[in-house]
């Protein structure tokens, strides 16, 4: 969208909310979006307010950061709603409604996505089931799976660790391996040192 036509749009949803309290909430839309991909995924129902009926469904398509219109009539009235959704999973809807050419409604929708649940942990999980396994041999597994460069310390090594866990992320497995056996685990950039 160009400035001049954005800021022609923003003068028209100005215009729309200055005469507001003319305009009547008679439509809502229902709606659901995804985003893959770049372009982004639109379910829409548009009901009537106060009786739920719904008056128009869509499934549409549309490339990130643009805008598709769709129109529906209800009687002597015509329904148009606009849609964007952007790649980060927000967007905007606007709905109006128009009878014998005067507009009777207008609302802007917008909506953003919810954050996801911060994750306890920025890497992979891991299972491991081990007896009385060499320290030594289980950090260097770590650095072979991870690709981090690995240090032991003397006074660790030789030590005999006995470890379960089932998709725990890998650093997790590593400080359990450290509070049971009761040394030091550091993990730094790229790098994993084992001491007392």
Do not use: C
């Not at 003068?11 to 909430?25: D, H, Q, T």
């Not at 310390?153 to 992320?169: E, L, N």
């Amino acid at each position: 969208m160009t400035h001049r036509k954005a800021f022609a749009f923003a003068l028209v949803l100005l215009a729309g909310v200055a005469s507001a309290e003319k305009l009547k909430m008679i439509y809502w839309p229902v709606y659901g979006m995804s985003v893959h991909d770049n372009v982004a995924t639109f379910h829409v129902d548009i009901t009537e307010k106060e009786s739920g009926r719904s008056i128009s469904k869509a499934d549409f398509d549309v490339a990130a950061g643009e805008w598709k219109t769709i129109e529906a009539k209800d009687g002597a009235r015509d329904i148009q709603l606009r849609a964007r959704g952007n790649s980060d999973g927000s967007g905007e809807i606007v709905l109006v409604a128009t009878e014998n050419g005067a507009r009777i409604q207008m609302n802007a929708f917008t909506f953003t996505p919810k954050p996801a649940p911060a994750s306890k942990s920025k890497y992979e999980p891991i299972s491991l089931d081990l007896k009385d396994a060499d320290i030594e041999n289980v950090i260097n597994v770590f650095g072979e799976l991870t690709g981090y460069d690995v240090s032991v310390g003397a006074a660790v090594k030789g030590k005999q660790v006995t470890i379960q866990v089932v998709d725990m992320p890998w650093d997790q497995a590593l400080r359990k391996i450290a509070n049971d056996n009761g040394i030091t685990i550091t993990i730094g950039e790229k790098k994993i040192f084992a001491d007392r």
